[in-house]
């Protein structure tokens, strides 16, 4: 089967677990306890990174409630390849309900832009996306001199079921499966990009949640 098609399949199954997900929970209740997350993202991040109302803003892989929700007076670009199912079959999206986010629906391998951003934000996604090469690429591109790309996602502690999972796709909805060195040497291929800070915000028995904060130098 080839990689294209699990993307596919991933995609839906994204989808419909979005839509159980939220089929008890009011609109409201949803947004606030999201906003609550973030902010208490926020504020682990707070001495590495300090946002302010002119800064530009990429909300990479947004889903219909990523960090745009916490940030209603900057300027907001926000890109998923799911964003005009989310808005048709979920009634708790609408873009609508943003006027400062620019919504575009695309995958992030196809995402390009002559805009740069001061904060790039990839939360949960990287290991979703079917090149992730690519998509390493295009957010560096898209990232100012100087500005910061923080990304997360759930790493393998364990290097042989790292390997299992990755060669039997026992998790559908995350086709991408790396350790914590394994997507640092990923981005690593990217040398205008630094590491600054990586922390485990979550452990797990199979998997800790880790966020990466790189920095954008200007060097090729």
């Keep these: 089967m080839s990689k294209n098609i699990f993307w596919r399949i ?8 979005w839509k159980n997900y ?5 609109k409201e209740d949803y947004y606030s306890s999201k906003k609550k997350y973030w902010d208490d993202v ?36 926000a890109v998923d ?16 309900d943003f006027k400062n986010v620019q919504f575009i629906n695309s995958p992030l391998e196809e995402y390009k832009s002559d805009e740069k951003f001061d904060f790039i934000f990839c939360l949960n996604v990287i290991n979703h996306v079917e090149r992730i ?4 690429q295009n957010l560096a591109m898209s990232l100012k001199d100087g500005g910061k790309l923080i990304f997360s996602v759930d790493c393998h502690h364990n290097n042989l079921l790292q390997k299992l999972f990755s060669t039997l796709k026992f998790d559908v909805l995350h086709p991408v499966q790396l350790t914590s060195p394994g997507y640092k040497k990923l981005f690593s291929k990217q040398k205008s ?17 880790v966020f990466f904060i790189y920095d954008k130098t200007g060097e090729v």
């Design 10 to 17: 991933a995609q839906f199954f994204e989808i419909r677990w």
């Design 22 to 26: 939220l089929s008890a929970k009011e």
């Design 42 to 77: 926020f504020s682990m991040l707070s001495d590495t990174i300090d946002i302010n109302q002119k800064d530009t803003i990429l909300d990479a892989g947004c889903g219909p409630a990523g960090i745009f929700i916490n940030f209603p007076q900057n300027k907001i670009t």
């Design 81 to 96: 390849p799911l964003l005009d199912n989310y808005e048709k079959e979920l009634n708790h999206f609408s873009k609508s």
């Design 133 to 136: 090469g690519v998509v390493i």
């Design 193 to 209: 990009l630094k590491l600054k800070r990586e922390f485990i915000y979550k452990n797990g028995k199979i998997f800790d949640y």
